[in-house]
């Protein structure tokens, strides 16, 4: 089990939801303000399986396509976990 | 926890984020370490009154940070949470912005007296404060 705390841009944020949550990944959207970014941001916090891990990373990827400006548009952080549960 | 009853553990900062450190340098030497990448993210809990100057004493540092405003679970007071991601050896500057701006104080609370027939508010003083420090190792960082 990992954890991806990935860190997007307000208007980025509505987006990922729905590409995420389309392909059965549970999210945790956390309002947040940045320096990564310097704005208005949305931290998601998404348990994933090890084996589903690059799935969703392609998928973020994919729908964060650079800008032309080059600019970042998310920092991700993949961290393991000790132990999940859903209760 | 953000909150230390007074007299407990005034040092329970330093300790307890010295500790999630070390562990994540041991579990780290098991991986190829890989230059200039980030390896551990911090999560810091800090007080309301504090969070800007330590957003900023971080900022000075050239590492970047992102708020996330929450609240601690004994006073229900408001927080916020820093996250900080780290390059290999920034961990003790960080460790040292935050410890310099993020004070510990004493405040006093008011509660009503137990066993007193009338409602006799007494202050009682309660530490509040420093900073709440977890380290997590990282296992991949990307900016996209």
């Known amino acids: 089990m990992k954890m991806v705390i990935l860190i997007v841009k307000d208007h980025d944020a509505d987006e990922i939801t729905q590409a995420l949550t389309s392909e059965k990944y549970r999210i945790t959207r956390v309002a947040s303000t940045g320096g990564f970014l310097r704005s208005g941001v949305v931290t998601f916090l998404i348990g994933i399986r090890d084996e589903r891990v690059e799935g969703a990373l392609d998928l973020i990827r994919k729908k964060l396509t650079p800008l032309p400006s080059g600019e970042k548009r998310a920092t991700l952080f993949v961290v393991p976990v000790e132990r999940f549960e859903q209760v | ?144």
């Open chain 2, 1 to 144: 926890m953000p909150f230390f009853l007074n007299g407990s553990n005034p040092f329970g900062l330093a300790r307890s984020a010295k500790g999630q450190l070390n562990s994540a340098k041991t579990s780290d030497k098991m991986k190829v370490p890989m230059e200039n990448s980030i390896h551990l993210l911090l999560f810091a809990v800090v007080q309301e009154q504090d969070q800007d100057a330590a957003a900023r004493a971080l900022e000075q540092l050239r590492l970047p940070v992102v708020r996330l405003s929450s609240a601690g679970g004994f006073l229900g007071r408001r927080n916020t949470t820093l996250l900080v991601g780290l390059q290999q050896g920034r961990e003790e500057d960080a460790l040292k912005a935050l410890e310099e701006s993020c004070r510990q104080r004493i405040e006093y609370l008011t509660l009503p007296l137990e066993g007193s027939p009338l409602p006799m508010p007494t202050p009682v003083p309660v530490t509040v404060g420093g900073a709440t420090v977890f380290g997590l190792p990282v296992e991949h960082f990307e900016e996209i």
